[in-house]
Antibody, heavy 118, light 110 residues
Framework: EVQLVESGGGLVQPGGSLRLSCATS????????TSWIRQAPGKGLEWVSH????????YHADSVKGRFTISRDNAKNSLYLEMNSLRAEDTALYYC???????????WGQGTLVTVSS | QSVLTQPPSVSAAPGQKVTISCSGS????????VSWYQQLPGTAPKLLIY???KRPSGIPDRFSGSKSGTSATLDITGLQTGDEADYYC???????????FGGGTKLTVL
């Protein structure tokens, strides 16, 4: 069974940092591209970052470019999101998702909540 | 303001059919595959349609997708109360080099 389990969310002050993790199982992690997608409370989906299966190709949304860094450890079957200079507008439920070959997301985790507030 | 445009809400009676539209441009829908997601209240999104019109295993054929030019459509037939959810379209935008989603459509089954 394919599983993605996010962790690392929590309450952080504006300007602070957090590192999110996504532990995966049930599939060959090193063969799949993955993304982070977030959803602010009561709002729609917003794609955040993408990383290729090898880790060599990375894309970030303009809203997080220069502040967030996506990475992966294929030996640990895990995906990460390093978030710095956090802002109130980064408050959201953060999902990790496995990607199919045409930029679709076929499996999602349950999300980890990040709250940026003083 | 989302790059892809969806109606905020649609509604129909049980057993009826509903259509949800998703409008974009040549840099996204016009030249890339579209996917659709269902998000039931309090749960993570679930893939309904990929590559414009393909259903993952386990998705009933009541759900179908199509694409024409720079627009895509999700059709749901034989509506059930359990279909009440938010629905999102998504695709790659070749000009922006980002994944884009529609703003979401809330389906109410009256």
């Amino acid at each position: 069974e394919v599983q993605l389990v996010e962790s690392g969310g929590g309450l952080v002050q504006p300007g602070g940092s957090l590192r999110l993790s996504c532990a995966t199982s049930g599939f060959t992690f090193s063969s799949y591209e993955t993304s982070w997608i977030r959803q602010a409370p009561g709002k729609g989906l917003e794609w955040v970052s993408h990383i290729s299966s090898s880790g060599r190709t990375i894309y970030h949304a303009d809203s997080v470019k220069g502040r967030f860094t996506i990475s992966r450890d294929n030996a640990k079957n895990s995906l990460y999101l390093e978030m710095n200079s956090l802002r109130a507008e980064d408050t959201a439920l953060y999902y990790c998702a496995r990607e199919g070959p045409r930029s679709h997301f076929d499996y999602w985790g349950q999300g980890t909540l990040v709250t940026v507030s003083s | 303001q989302s790059v892809l445009t969806q109606p905020p809400s649609v509604s129909a009676a049980p057993g009826q059919k509903v259509t949800i539209s998703c409008s974009g441009s040549s840099s996204n829908i016009g030249n890339n595959y579209v996917s659709w997601y269902q998000q039931l209240p309090g749960t993570a999104p679930k893939l309904l349609i990929y590559e414009n019109n393909k259903r993952p295993s386990g998705i009933p054929d009541r759900f179908s997708g199509s694409k024409s030019g720079t627009s895509a459509t999700l059709d749901i037939t034989g509506l059930q109360t359990g279909d009440e959810a938010d629905y999102y379209c998504g695709t790659w935008d070749s000009s922006l080099s980002v994944v884009v989603f529609g703003g979401g459509t809330k389906l109410t089954v009256l």
